[in-house]
Nanobody, 122 residues
Framework: VQLVESGGGSVQAGGSLRLSCAASGLTFRDYAVGWFRQAPGKERELVAAIRRSGTGPTYVDSVKGRFTISRDNAKSTAYLEMNNLKPEDTAVYSC????????????????WGQGTLVTVSS
């Protein structure tokens, strides 16, 4: 199984980025997908997650209204659209997958990508 993130980079506050997570080696449509982030000195947090079917997106409060998670099962790819970025969004963002129905709980994720760095300057 391989998950490869892309789309990270450096932006100024208020800017936008779109992250992609390309999956291979698994039947992508059988897995829920989560986007996680970890900032220096902080614990990893589940930022957004989406069901296998693409329904039921869930977000951490700090990104609601700014981030949008989506997926294209035909392309085995998930996305995280990030708008109105803030300096506190700076982190390494990783995607992960789970077959557990409790996709909104971080402890059930088992396959992980390497991550992509997002840096937001003020």
């Amino acid at each position: 199984v391989q998950l490869v993130e892309s789309g990270g980079g450096s932006v100024q506050a208020g800017g936008s980025l779109r992250l992609s997570c390309a999956a291979s080696g698994l039947t992508f449509r059988d897995y829920a997908v989560g986007w996680f982030r970890q900032a220096p000195g902080k614990e990893r947090e589940l930022v957004a997650a989406i069901r296998r079917s693409g329904t039921g997106p869930t977000y951490v409060d700090s990104v609601k209204g700014r981030f949008t998670i989506s997926r294209d099962n035909a392309k085995s790819t998930a996305y995280l659209e990030m708008n109105n970025l803030k300096p506190e969004d700076t982190a390494v963002y990783s995607c992960a997958t789970t077959k557990n129905v409790q996709y909104y709980r971080s402890e059930w994720y088992n396959y992980w990508g390497q991550g992509t760095l997002v840096t937001v300057s003020s």
